[in-house]
């Protein structure tokens, strides 16, 4: 994070920079590293550990570690002791000998830094600066403490590194949580283990639903674009030294970074190095998202490639909805009703398996509006920005082809005339009542298509605005609910067949 952004008191943030600079004095490192010694306590004062600070060009370390046993400073001393200065400092600096650490970097016209630290005191935060949720605890082993009750309670406990158990859980799915139920893959249908606690590090949880939040953002790097996102969001600073939504041009939200649009010019900020399967959107209302973008999400939601997508803007969900091979890190699958997930799940399955475009959009674009639904408002505003996106014209033609309607009979094509007379909202709800009378419950009706030869006549945009159609869709609830079928749902939006938007389909889904 940039030095600017932390709350470090002035004089040490004095030493911090001097330090970069060209005439620095030897007496500026010793400065530093007395104010940093000056805030250890207790134990971490102790004979075996040490404060270290190691200068590589443009950047240095600032460590607390502990010495293994038999080591000593000594040990650089003597013959070859610029060889064996590097070997002990090398050995300090072993993953598991330090205990704080912050690495500072001079960037032309800033210093940033990164750190971590093992322990679990807050005089190392408060010597940075900065919020513990800005703090990265390194976090070795994970702990689960279980219990078998029956005539009597037996304790067990089962352990992982956090590699470990990230491949486990998240990868290959041999480790498996139901409710406060722990099961392995290889125990078939045995016992599951009642789970207790969570110990991760130094930090313990008695709700599972918080670890596994926790750990799926911890461990995918999301908590730095959850920073970066929140930094974006924030009121201005006087001074200008930090970059806000609210006195840009224009921000815009690309695969790999944000681009902050001034009157002086842009300046980028760069996503965290997530995998490339990991599509993590910022897009808000004062966030534009960029079509290739939207286009690289859409195209990985048609082709089912196995993809995550994130918005900054919240935790990951403990339970995240799946969806094929496409996971909706922020919308727990818990919190959408089972009737809901047939219908985005069928309506899915049925879009990756058509060959044409018409249907497989219009199908989406259904999946992604009932989406919206049990999402936070920043990820409604990045599905919606995604729908007016990909709209143009179907590469396939101005036909609807017969393949395209292969397989269950979830589709049904209606000309435009359906909602052009008499009164729509009723004929919809007698369509409904039909499909129900058949046992259908999910159907997209999509409306602008010749019955017989599926060619695409579509709606002038201009006689059908977005009043009308919310107009029919209310009444079309309305008449459900009079009919006692309130459990049911329905939805109508406009599909745009060209660039320019003069011609549009329409579709209605009831699930």
């Known amino acids: 994070m940039p030095l600017s952004e932390s709350s470090m008191d002035e004089m040490t943030t004095d030493r911090v920079r001097s330090i970069f ?37 443009g950047q240095y370390l600032l460590a607390h570690a502990r010495a293994e ?12 002791g610029e060889e064996q200065e590097i070997k002990l400092i090398k ?13 500072f970097e001079d960037k032309r016209d800033k210093v940033e830094f990164s750190h971590f630290t093992d322990s679990g005191s807050d005089s190392f935060r408060q010597f940075l600066g900065v919020n ?53 893959a290889s125990d078939g249908a045995g016992r599951p283990h009642e789970i207790d606690e969570i110990r991760w590090g130094n930090n313990t949880y008695n709700s599972i639903q918080e670890f596994k939040s926790s750990f799926r953002e911890e461990t995918l790097g999301l908590s730095i674009d959850r920073d970066k996102y929140e930094s974006l969001h924030s009121i201005p600073s006087e001074d200008g030294g930090s970059m806000s939504v609210y006195d840009a041009d224009e921000v815009v939200d690309r695969r790999r970074r944000v681009d902050v649009i001034q009157e002086g010019g842009t300046t980028v900020i760069e996503k965290s190095d997530t995998p490339d399967n990991l599509h993590v959107i910022y897009s808000s209302e004062h966030i534009r998202m960029d079509s290739s973008f939207a286009e690289d999400i859409f195209a990985d939601l048609a082709h089912e490639n196995d993809v995550q997508i994130y918005h900054a803007s919240e935790s990951p969900a403990a339970k995240a909805l799946e969806l094929g091979d496409t996971t909706f890190l922020n919308i727990s699958e818990d919190e959408v009703s089972p009737e809901l997930r047939e219908f985005l799940s069928s309506t899915y399955d049925h879009a990756v398996n058509r060959t044409g475009e018409t249907v497989r959009k219009c199908l989406l674009n259904s999946m992604l509006q009932v989406l919206k639904k049990p999402a936070e408002p920043q990820l409604e505003t990045a599905f919606h920005q995604i729908i007016n996106i ?15 309607n292969e397989g269950e009979n979830i589709v049904e094509y209606k000309n435009k005339q359906f909602l052009e007379s008499g009164d729509p909202a009723k004929d919809i709800l007698e369509e409904i009542k039909t499909e129900q009378q058949k046992g259908v419950d999910t159907k997209v009706f999509m409306w602008g298509f010749t019955e017989q030869s599926r060619e695409i006549d579509g709606f002038p945009s201009q006689s059908w605005n977005d009043d009308r159609i919310a107009g029919i869709e209310q009444a079309v609830r309305e008449y459900l609910s009079e009919e006692g079928m309130t459990s049911r749902e329905f939805m109508m939006q406009p599909i745009n067949l060209d660039g320019s938007g003069d011609r549009m389909a329409i579709t209605g889904v009831f699930f």
């Open 21 to 57: 600079e060209d005439d620095a004095a030897e007496h500026y490192v010793k400065d530093l590293l007395g104010l940093f010694c000056d805030t250890l306590e207790g134990r971490q004062r102790s004979e075996d550990k040490y404060a270290m600070l190691v200068y590589l060009e």
């Open 69 to 80: 046993r038999g080591m000593s400073l000594q040990e650089g001393i003597g013959e070859e």
């Open 91 to 103: 050995r300090f600096l072993d993953v598991d000998n330090i205990l704080s650490a912050a690495l």
């Open 132 to 184: 513990e949720q800005h703090l990265n605890y390194r976090r070795k082993t994970i702990q689960l403490v279980c219990y078998y009750r029956g005539l009597r309670e037996y304790p067990c406990k089962f352990e992982f590194t956090t590699e470990e158990f990230r491949d486990k859980w998240l990868r290959d799915g041999d480790v498996m949580f139901s409710g406060d139920k722990l099961q392995f």
């Open 390 to 404: 990909y709209s143009g014209n179907p590469a396939d033609g101005a036909t609807v082809s017969t393949k395209e």
